[in-house]
């Protein structure tokens, strides 16, 4: 490598400006629109060339004169004093403009519109011939078929007149007459159909009158079979009379009930003194038959009910209302006065019981049989009357119910009747007064065909708009499905990445003046390198980028150059075993020793460093020999101590690692650095690559001082504008010469370079 040339370090900024951006990035940080719409502006301007070319065109040579015809029909209201009071006698009838809106459908209605079909169907109208756009054929429609389609197209349209009386039949055409014979055709069939209608309504008065007097004769029949069944009963409501034997018949079902308990008793114990030898067991099983007695009272059973039902209701009231609510101590007091008397209760069986056991003991057990085997007897006579008399009742009642449902429904359909008799007497007073009334619905004469405005100019407007909205569109596609990075502000909304630095794109500028640009760019760097870190550059310093091709290894020259520059002592370490470029763009010569052999103990330090001529700068290159052991080498423990130990004897060491998501090696630099520095490439770089590669080193617990956005335009420049004033702040010309102040600050003095910026950039670009 040729010697470097010397120098003079800039004056670092007392100030310098970094665009921070937080820690974690928005969730749905897109790409900013307005700015990429503007950048893809060729593409507003082929769209809006490509709809304008095409459409103007043809809105100017497709569009043709129309002409328009109007036909109207008035639609009267009608005064009639006999359906009104005094206040409204002098109003139109309620409803009305239901009633016009109504007539707007029946014209459009299909037999309107075939009586009009039958008037033109002998005519060669423009109307009944449909043209294919693409094939050019004529087609040939039948005239109903094609009014259908012109109203569904709105060439024909029929519609109210805001505050007026009049319907308004509105036919388009290329031909004034045709429209004018159209529009008086549709407006005759409608009034000889409605003329029509009024013939039907004569039959339909007559048949009202014969349903009328049909109805009359149904509502004397069924008011005569209603009076024939109420007779027995003397009234047509049976309800009271009904709910009185049902009454009746529940009481005697209650009779009969307690016969039928006593006898069950009596046969009981009856059983026993049958089935007993010894007078003295009566008493025997006296624990069993007080149990049965007790029992089978109905009282007792009825009042156990009742216990069970109010303690399922005061568990449910538990549930749902609070312990003071005042109902629920209710419940319980209730609860509580018929335990106290299921308890009363069975305490008077006891009683009963006893004295019945009592006497049983002072009677023989022969008078005992007689005595219950008499009251046996007489209890069934009991039973079998109460039994006759309840199915008596429940007959009657039956017989009662019958009578009351019948009544019941022939008063239903009397009802009905009548209410359909009202109906149909409404209908015929309606059809009586309607009759009298002078027509509603009567002719406007003379329908004129206008051409109407013509709308190329509005089309043509329309056409442009389009035009736009369309380039803006395609345009907004684009970029919402760009994701690559083009300023800062993207990298800040959409990773939350501070932003170091620029470097502007070399394409852009003029190269007379880049080189300076250039050197303002990295004075930049280095000055925010320096904030972000507590008022210095790191010690040691990995430099890397999401992926290839991005400018990091031209970026970690010109940095390690730019702070030798500064008075530093700086090592610059090629870290990609896997691709080393930095002795191929900085000309150094391969050695016997590299990097990998310093880091496998292999050599010394001192035997693999190579001496820049400039002062305070050393290169430690890779010959890639060692490109498929990379990651052995640099897992292994001792490549840390011996970083370490080079460091150690340098102000800063840079080091130039692959990109992170192509060789975890990038990492493990990272972790044996102080800091990292991200290399993107405007243009190229994407933000869910750099985004991925920073989550990646922020799980490898490593230090991300930032990102540098190279090949970025002017307008997103740090100091766009510094490189126009020299240091005492006043403005100069160029005069086409550049001074060795401005030089690049890697400068490749070869004879046949084309520019500083050739070598400089040669991988970014």
């Known amino acids: 490598m040729k010697e470097i040339e010397k120098h003079q370090p800039w004056p670092v900024p007392k100030e310098a400006t970094i665009i921070d951006g937080s820690h974690e990035p928005p969730v749905h940080a897109g790409p900013n629109l307005i700015g990429g719409i503007l950048r893809r502006w ?3 301007l082929l769209i809006f060339i490509l709809i304008c070319g095409m459409g103007a065109p043809a809105v100017w040579f497709l569009i043709k004169p129309k002409y328009q015809a109007v036909a109207a029909i008035r639609v009267a209201p009608i005064i009639n004093p006999i359906l009104f009071s005094d206040s409204d006698s002098e109003r139109v009838l309620p409803m009305y403009e239901a009633y016009v809106n109504t007539q707007v459908d029946l014209i459009t209605s299909e037999p309107v519109l075939q009586r009009a079909a039958d008037t033109l169907g002998d005519r060669n109208l423009l109307l009944f011939e449909k043209t294919d756009p693409f094939t050019r054929k004529t087609e040939k429609l039948s005239p109903l078929v094609a009014l259908k389609e012109a109203i569904r197209d709105e060439a024909i349209q029929v519609g109210t007149e805001r505050r007026s009386e009049l319907v308004k039949i509105t036919v388009q055409s290329p031909s004034g007459e045709e429209a004018q014979l159209i529009a008086n055709s549709i407006q005759d069939a409608f009034l000889a159909w409605e003329h029509d209608k009024r013939s039907d309504d004569d039959v339909r008065f007559t048949l009202l009158e014969d349903k009328e007097r049909t109805l009359k004769t149904q509502v004397e029949n069924q008011r005569q079979l209603i009076h024939n069944k109420s007779t027995e009963y003397g009234a047509t409501d049976m309800t009271s ?46 624990a069993e038959r007080r149990q049965a007695f007790i029992n089978s009272d109905p009282t007792l059973q009825s009042l156990t009910d009742r216990v069970a039902s109010l303690e399922e209701q005061l568990v449910i009231s538990q549930q749902t209302l609070s312990e003071t609510n005042p109902q629920l101590r209710q419940q319980q007091e209730i609860l509580d006065a018929f335990k106290q008397r299921v308890k009363d209760r069975r305490i008077e069986l006891e009683i009963s019981f006893n004295e019945n056991i009592a006497r049983e003991r002072t009677t023989s057990q022969a008078d005992r049989r007689i005595e219950l085997q008499a009251k046996l007897e007489q209890i069934t006579l009991q039973e079998s009357i109460l039994q006759k008399r309840k199915e008596e009742a429940d007959a009657e009642t039956i017989e009662v119910g ?19 008799l009202n109906t149909v007497q409404r209908e015929i007073q309606k059809f009586l007064m309607e009759s009298n009334r002078p027509a509603r619905i009567t002719k406007v ?14 089309l043509l407007a329309a056409v442009f708009f389009a035009g736009l909205a369309g380039g803006i569109f395609m345009a907004f596609l684009r970029t919402k499905a760009d994701h690559r990075l083009h300023t800062p502000e993207d990298i800040i909304r959409r990773i939350g990445v501070p932003v170091l630095g620029t470097m502007v794109s070399p394409s852009r500028h003029n190269r007379k003046q880049l080189p300076q640009i250039v050197a303002n760019d990295y004075q930049t760097i280095r000055a925010n390198l320096g904030l972000r870190s507590g008022g210095q550059i790191p010690h040691k310093l990995v430099v ?5 091709q991005e400018g990091k290894t031209t970026f970690a020259i010109n940095l390690a150059t730019s702070i030798a520059r500064a008075g530093r002592k700086v090592l610059l370490v090629d870290g990609d075993m896997r691709k080393p470029d930095i002795a191929h763009i900085m000309q150094i010569s391969d050695g016997k020793w590299n990097l990998a052999d310093v880091l496998l103990g292999l050599c010394d330090f001192q035997n693999a460093v190579h001496k820049l001529a400039q002062r305070n700068f050393d290169v430690l290159a890779m010959n890639g020999r060692n490109a498929s052991h990379a990651i052995e080498v640099l897992a292994n423990p001792q490549v840390s101590d011996c970083i370490q130990s080079v460091s150690r004897d340098y102000d800063h060491v840079v080091i130039d690692s692959p990109p992170v998501l192509t060789a975890p090696d990038a990492i493990l630099w990272s972790r044996m650095a102080d800091a990292v520095v991200l290399c993107s490439l405007a243009g190229r770089t994407t933000s ?58 890697l400068a490749m003095q070869q004879e046949n370079n084309k520019g500083a910026l050739d070598g400089a950039n040669k991988e970014s670009i």
Request: net charge neutral.
């Open 241 to 286: 009379r009904y709910e009185f034997m049902l009454q009746r018949v529940a009481d005697l079902q209650a009779q009969l009930t307690q016969v039928e308990t006593a006898r069950l008793a009596l046969e009981i114990e009856f059983q026993v003194l049958q089935n007993s030898k010894d007078p003295n067991t009566v008493v025997e099983g006296l």
């Open 544 to 548: 890397t980028s999401p992926g290839p």
């Open 445 to 458: 004469p003379g329908a004129a065909s206008i051409e109407m405005p013509d709308k190329k100019m509005k």
């Open 42 to 44: 060729y593409i507003v």
């Open 688 to 745: 869910p690559d750099l985004k991925e590669a920073v989550e990646r080193l922020e799980q490898a617990d490593v230090k991300v001082l930032g990102n540098v956005l190279s090949n970025v335009d002017a307008d997103h420049n740090y100091y766009r504008y510094n490189y126009e004033y020299n240091t005492n702040g006043s403005k100069q010309k160029s005069n086409g010469k550049s001074s060795k102040k401005t030089r690049l600050l």
């Open 402 to 420: 019958k009578k009351h449902l019948e009544i019941q429904e022939k008063q239903e359909e009397l009802a009905m009747t009548k209410e359909l």
